[in-house]
């Protein structure tokens, strides 16, 4: 096999839905600034590369932004991260619309490059749609034109995650879960499930 596509392979096998973090170590504004480098080298619809982003590693914004982010809809015990184990900062993804209404697939594809490439520097990131979008504008106190995409946390992952086959049947249950031990499983379908004959 080719050495970049099983170093890509490893690279997607490790970027998991990181939400717990070692809140001790912080994340530097030049390594969040690498980050949203990798962007500029993503497709874009139409070329028009309307996505920005907004740095968040201020502890009263930190803080701030937190109780507006909804964590794990699948863990209905579970409120988000506890004190010590929250994010390091966060990157909240901007459509421009000067740029137009829609940003197509953008948003997606840089996600992931920003996440593959946290994931190399021993980063995990966790990509969140779920959150109060008036209120998240009105705190980072940005321009209308600026309208939020997502919120992606990242921080040194303090947790262990695994995947594990699905069973192929239609009505597998593809929900995330942790064990008592603290372990989070991520159920992923097999890839015979994926080609349409």
Same mark, same amino acid.
């Given at each position: 096999?080719n ?12 970027? &998991?839905? +990181?939400? /717990?973090? @070692? $809140?001790? !170590? %912080?994340?530097s ?5 690498r ?13 028009m590369?309307?996505?920005?982003? &907004?740095? +968040?590693? /201020?502890? @009263? $914004?930190? !803080? %701030? ?15 988000g ?104 499983h991520v ?11």
């Amino acid at each position: 096999m080719n050495n970049k596509f099983e170093s890509l392979r490893h690279l997607l096998e490790l970027d &998991r839905s +990181v939400r /717990r973090y @070692d $809140e001790s !170590r %912080e994340i530097s504004i030049p390594t969040l600034e690498r980050l949203i480098d990798l962007t500029r080298y993503c497709a874009s619809g139409r070329n028009m590369q309307p996505l920005r982003y &907004r740095m +968040v590693v /201020r502890e @009263d $914004e930190k !803080r %701030e932004l937190f109780p507006l982010l909804a964590w794990a809809g699948y863990l209905k015990d579970w409120n988000g991260p506890e004190e010590g184990e929250r994010p390091a900062a966060y990157l909240v993804q901007f459509l421009d619309t000067r740029y137009g209404e829609n940003c197509l697939c953008d948003d997606g594809l840089q996600l992931q490059a920003i996440t593959l490439g946290a994931c190399a520097l021993g980063i995990g990131g966790c990509i969140i749609k779920a959150f109060n979008q008036p209120k998240v504008k009105n705190l980072l106190g940005l321009d209308d034109h600026l309208v939020p995409r997502y919120v992606l946390a990242l921080g040194y992952p303090a947790e262990t995650i695994e995947i594990e086959d699905m069973s192929g049947l239609p009505d597998a249950d593809c929900k995330y879960y942790r064990t008592p031990d603290g372990v989070h499983h991520v159920p992923k379908r097999p890839l015979s499930e994926l080609i349409v004959e």
